[in-house]
């Protein structure tokens, strides 16, 4: 019927009986829903702006502002987000980058939802049933849209609280300027000496970016919203950040976290920027192995996804179009699974670009690259860098029914045809 189901989301449009005062059948036999521990209201527009550090934007903003607010909810809560589209002329809907709402939330334009119209407003209820970094952004023109500000964060802490400091550092471009808390330049975080203070970093750019800690030790967390056990304390080496992906650090107080062009200085007399180091830190080769929780040797279902590019048609233009298994969006098969499948994947990525790719509503264990088994903290994982020429193999149970995306979160990529879906039976 009409108006919030009290599950995955509800829409409302201007029109029908909700608008009219009159109520759909259904919902006089629907149980009324749960009332929300978290409510917050988002409205988005058409609009210039300015970033925090002064600089003029043409694009879009959330109840005014680029990055929206952010959203924080504490683990179990229920969290319900109306979002109002006052004038985003293409439609606008909203997504929940790394956490695995029900399908009816997942915010997909034309697959769990259609664009929210300007006029109309779209209901999203979702538990927050992982603690973690995560973000929101708009699924409709993604390329666009995203680029130019319909972005925030989402952070789920545990109840109590992470046991440190805790800060923020959503990192965008902004027509080429990279920002921080949509700051350029430094943003400060104020911290005691010897005070811990856990960053979370979003990276919500297109390319990968790497986050380092010039002159002093710090630890890695977290990565995608699940905490990691390993490689423990880090010095000169520098994390890579994968498009889309968030990465948890731990600092004392007073460092510096370089953030490629940007920066989060902790505390007062931060050691000034210096060039990274040459290493990336390479998560596979820490520590332990882990259990898992699952048996990824007793897979039920196994696929290929292939990247490569050939050229073609697509919507009737010509170029060069990025492929999965040979064929050209739309006509890719759908990945077809059966609720409480263990399903490993191959990522094989033969396009002559890296690809930072995204699974919705699932994060996944990496198992090996280029053949060589993960042996660290298991690396949980909803945005990963496929590297040209390289091979992943990933796992995942299959425990949230639906029609869920898959693509390359390098937005003109999806655009230009490398997105699939994994549907249950
Ligand atoms: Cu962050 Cu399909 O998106
Ligand atoms: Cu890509």
Not at 312 to 326: R, S
Request: net charge negative.
């Amino acid at each position: 019927g009409i108006g919030d189901d009290g599950r995955g989301g509800g829409h409302e449009g201007h029109a029908g009986p909700a608008a009219t005062g009159g109520r759909s059948v259904d919902s006089l036999t629907e149980p009324s829903p749960e009332p929300a521990d978290v409510r917050v209201e988002l409205v988005a527009r058409e609009e210039p702006f300015r970033l925090a550090s002064g600089e003029e934007v043409e694009g879009y903003t959330l109840n005014g502002t680029s990055p929206g607010p952010e959203i924080r909810a504490e683990l179990g809560q229920l969290v319900e987000v109306r979002l109002v589209n006052e004038s985003v002329p293409a439609g606008v809907t909203l997504h929940w980058h790394g956490l695995d709402v029900p399908n009816a939330a997942d915010g997909v334009a034309g697959v769990t939802q259609d664009a929210v119209p300007v006029g109309g407003s779209f209901t999203y209820r979702f538990r927050a049933d992982q603690a973690g970094t995560f973000w929101y952004h708009s699924h409709q023109v993604s390329h666009v849209q995203v680029l130019r500000g319909l972005l925030g964060a989402l952070v789920v802490t545990p109840p109590g609280g992470v046991g440190a400091t805790d800060a923020l550092a959503l990192v965008h471009l902004y027509g080429g300027t990279r920002t921080v808390n949509g700051r350029s330049g430094e943003t400060r975080v104020t911290a005691a000496p010897g005070e811990r203070v856990r960053v979370r970093v979003v990276n919500t750019d297109n390319g990968p970016m790497s986050a380092w800690v010039p002159g002093k030790p710090f630890r890695v967390l977290a990565v995608d919203g699940t905490d990691v056990h390993e490689p423990g304390e880090v010095r000169d080496e520098a994390v890579v950040v994968t498009g889309g992906a968030r990465v948890d650090l731990e600092v004392v107080a007073p460092a510096r976290i370089d953030l490629g062009g940007a920066s989060v200085v902790v505390g007062e007399q931060a050691p000034p920027a210096a060039p990274r180091p040459a290493s990336a830190l390479d998560l596979l080769t820490y520590g332990a192995p882990a259990p898992l929780g699952f048996d990824p040797a007793a897979a039920t279902r196994s696929f290929d996804y292939v990247i490569g590019r050939s050229p073609g048609f697509l919507d009737g233009y010509p170029g060069m179009w990025w492929t999965i298994n040979g064929h050209m969006y739309p006509d890719v098969p759908m990945y077809m699974v059966a609720e409480g499948d263990v399903v490993r994947m191959r990522l094989e990525n033969r396009s002559g670009e890296g690809h930072p790719m995204h699974l919705h509503g699932h994060h996944a264990v990496v198992l090996s690259r280029d053949g060589v088994p993960a042996t660290g903290s298991p690396w949980w994982v909803d945005s990963l860098e496929v590297g040209d020429g390289e091979t992943y193999e990933i796992a995942f149970v299959a425990d949230n029914p639906g029609v869920w995306t898959d693509h390359c979160h390098n937005l003109p990529h999806a655009v230009e045809g490398l997105v699939a879906h994994l549907m249950y039976e």
